[in-house]
T-cell receptor, first 110, second 114 residues
Framework: SQTIHQWPATLVQPVGSPLSLECTVE??????LYWYRQAAGRGLQLLFY??????ISSEVPQNLSASRPQDRQFILSSKKLLLSDSGFYLC?????????FGEGSWLTVV | AQSVAQPEDQVNVAEGNPLTVKCTYS??????LFWYVQYPNRGLQFLLK??????LVKGSYGFEAEFNKSQTSFHLKKPSALVSDSALYFC????????????FGPGTRLSVLP
């Protein structure tokens, strides 16, 4: 069966510090991978998606970047965090026409 | 462009009563439609989907949804609500003819009152 792991679960970072959130998927190969941000416990904003290693599409210009160094690994990064980067970050993969989410990472920038 | 609307920000229903959470969508091609549930501080959990075939789709935890092409709707329903159904519900659409993206609605908060 397929599983998705996302870490860290919570993170408190000072403004200007770097960020790295990691996501891995097991039980499937070459999945489409996604990073979403959820602000204020409501709507989801698609940040990045990837259809293969090294292939990243950015949906919203911002302070963040994404990388896919391995088939089932998706990393969300920032060189210098802003207060506005605070939120709930969700990684997801597509399997069988359906998108499945990880448990999310809470980022608080202080 | 794809879009999803969930016209109700909040839905309140008494335990044991039927519930409906509304969703309408807009796509250029053929829609794939989904419902997800989110409990506090958790990721989204898949409930059900419509891809093709029977317009009435049954999913997890007794939920079902009906695809109505003429009204471009995909409302989520359950015959008898439980207090444990209280959560945030998201409708999503993927236009099969236009790539890999899923577009989510703004969410509807369901409160089931004991």
């Amino acid at each position: 069966s397929q599983t998705i792991h996302q870490w860290p679960a919570t993170l408190v970072q000072p403004v200007g510090s770097p960020l790295s959130l990691e996501c891995t998927v097991e039980g499937t190969s070459n999945p489409n991978l996604y990073w979403y941000r959820q602000a204020a416990g409501r709507g989801l904003q698609l940040l990045f998606y990837s259809v293969g290693i090294g292939q990243i599409s950015s949906e919203v210009p911002q302070n963040l970047s994404a990388s896919r160094p391995q088939d089932r690994q998706f990393i969300l990064s920032s060189k210098k965090l802003l207060l506005s980067d605070s939120g709930f970050y969700l990684c997801a993969y597509m399997g069988g026409n359906t998108i499945y989410f990880g448990e999310g990472s809470w980022l608080t920038v202080v | 462009a794809q879009s999803v609307a969930q016209p109700e920000d909040q839905v309140n229903v008494a335990e044991g009563n039927p519930l409906t959470v509304k969703c309408t969508y807009s796509v250029s091609g053929n829609p794939y439609l989904f419902w997800y549930v989110q409990y506090p501080n958790r990721g989204l959990q898949f409930l059900l989907k419509y891809i093709t075939g029977d317009n009435l789709v049954k999913g997890s935890y007794g939920f079902e949804a009906e695809f109505n092409k003429s009204q471009t709707s995909f409302h989520l329903k359950k015959p008898s609500a439980l207090v444990s159904d209280s959560a945030l519900y998201f409708c999503a659409v993927r236009d099969y003819n236009y790539g890999q993206n899923f577009v989510f609605g703004p969410g509807t908060r369901l409160s089931v009152l004991p």
